[in-house]
Nanobody, 125 residues
Framework: QVHLVGSGGGSVQAGGSLRLSCTAS????????MGWFRQAPGKEREGVAT???????TYADSVKGRFTISQDNARNTLYLQMNSLKPEDTAMYYC???????????????????WGQGTQVTVSS
């Protein structure tokens, strides 16, 4: 089972940028597909973006054109570049790894997903 450690969260003003990182304990390139999810207080966890083994990506409508998911397989690291941040992007962000569901671009928090510990993003108006 893969162990994930996320980092890079912080507090920014609306319109600002942040880059989240997530380092995996093993090489995920041939076994897992990766993604980012978020959960705001009082709300359900929701998918933000996923990346498949061939590099294909899926984004939630709310972040399309603003967020970019990428990965560096040599460093076992997943990234989420977040630009033009809005107050409604405020949430705990979790990186995710899954061998099947995320590989078809799924954005629901299904039980088979391996989760990182979360990193807080706060966007002020």
């Amino acid at each position: 089972q893969v162990h994930l450690v996320g980092s890079g969260g912080g507090s920014v003003q609306a319109g600002g940028s942040l880059r989240l990182s997530c380092t995996a304990s093993l090489d995920t390139s041939s076994t897992y597909c990766m993604g980012w999810f978020r959960q705001a207080p009082g709300k359900e966890r929701e998918g933000v973006a996923t990346i498949r083994r061939g590099g294909g990506t899926t984004y939630a409508d709310s972040v399309k054109g603003r967020f970019t998911i990428s990965q560096d397989n040599a460093r076992n690291t997943l990234y989420l570049q977040m630009n033009s941040l809005k107050p409604e992007d405020t949430a705990m962000y979790y990186c995710a790894a899954d061998p099947n569901y995320l590989c078809v671009g799924g954005l629901r928090p299904v039980p088979t997903i391996n989760w990182g510990q979360g990193t807080q993003v706060t966007v002020s108006s």
